[in-house]
């Protein structure tokens, strides 16, 4: 495996008597993509919020880059290059690309004095990033409400790509997606990896997993119950370590 930028040590959530993450250790490195599987309440939003910055675990030690890492809040995580990514997205709908793009960081020029945005610069800039990342956008001064969803989670990841993003959650990414516009969304998945960016992506559609991930996790009743190399399992090995018939660790397909 690649040197690991995320490493998860031991996690554990309680809320009262109820244990939610009962010990959850496992890693991810540069520019590699895992896919976190299991049943419904079996742990992973839990965990995804805890990298996050959503909640802060009960115990367990969380090293990003090699050093000790715990965010407090979403913007820490955002801070030290961790983003999420929501079915729903973080775009802004009434403004267009470009105000998307750069909320929070627009550029700016002098004007008698007074700073004005630099629109020019700023959509020349988004112009090239989308360019650069083979991404299509019919019009950068286009509303967003009046994209598609697969252009949506373009922007949006291009954004965080284009940030200085180190790694990206996705959490069911492509449940409102139709078959081609999730099929570019995979192709987006692996252009971002192949920049050193880790990606960790949710998802309930085997396919998909299999088809975009380097390594499967398992997370069942809050432990782990696989951690497999794609290339070495099976869809029905994993769905035997979501459901609980096959023993953590194993899925060989054989």
């Known amino acids: 495996m690649t040197e690991a930028l995320l490493d998860l040590q031991d996690i554990r959530k309680n809320y009262g008597a109820i244990e939610a993450l009962k010990g959850v250790t496992f890693s991810i490195g540069?520019?590699?993509?895992?896919?976190?599987?299991?049943?419904?309440?079996?742990?992973?939003?839990?965990?995804?919020?805890?990298?996050?910055?959503?909640?802060?675990?009960?115990?367990?030690?969380?090293?990003?880059e090699g050093k000790p890492f715990l965010a407090r809040s979403p913007a820490e995580?955002?801070?030290?290059?961790?983003?999420?990514?929501?079915?729903?997205?973080?775009?802004?709908?009434?403004?267009?690309?470009?105000?998307?793009?750069?909320?929070?960081?627009?550029?700016?020029?002098?004007v008698l004095g007074i700073p004005v945005l630099d629109e020019r610069a700023m959509e020349r800039e988004v112009a090239k990033a989308l360019a650069d990342a083979g991404t299509r956008i019919p019009s950068l001064r286009a509303n967003v409400e009046h994209l598609s969803g697969g252009q949506r989670q373009a922007i949006e990841l291009n954004r965080f790509?284009?940030?200085?993003?180190?790694?990206?959650?996705?959490?069911?990414?492509?449940?409102?997606?139709?078959?081609?516009?999730?099929?570019?969304?995979?192709?987006?998945?692996?252009?971002?990896?192949?920049?050193?960016?880790?990606?960790?992506?949710?998802?309930?559609?085997?396919?998909?997993?299999?088809q975009v991930a380097d390594r499967i996790v398992v997370i069942r009743q809050g432990v782990v119950a696989g951690d497999v190399p794609?290339?070495?399992?099976s869809p029905d090995a994993v769905i035997g370590m979501i459901t609980g018939e096959t023993l953590a660790g194993t899925g060989s397909a054989g």
């Open 230 to 233: 794609t290339s070495k399992t």
């Open 161 to 210: 790509v284009h940030w200085g993003g180190k790694l990206v959650l996705l959490d069911e990414p492509f449940a409102a997606l139709g078959v081609e516009q999730t099929r570019r969304g995979l192709d987006m998945i692996r252009q971002v990896a192949a920049q050193g960016i880790g990606v960790i992506i949710i998802t309930h559609i085997m396919q998909q997993a299999f």
């Open 77 to 110: 995580a955002k801070a030290a290059g961790i983003e999420t990514v929501y079915q729903d997205l973080s775009l802004c709908t009434n403004v267009d690309v470009v105000a998307n793009f750069f909320m929070g960081r627009e550029i700016t020029r002098k």
């Open 30 to 64: 540069m520019g590699e993509v895992v896919a976190l599987l299991g049943d419904n309440g079996a742990g992973k939003s839990t965990l995804v919020k805890i990298i996050s910055g959503g909640l802060e675990p009960t115990s367990g030690r969380i090293l990003f």
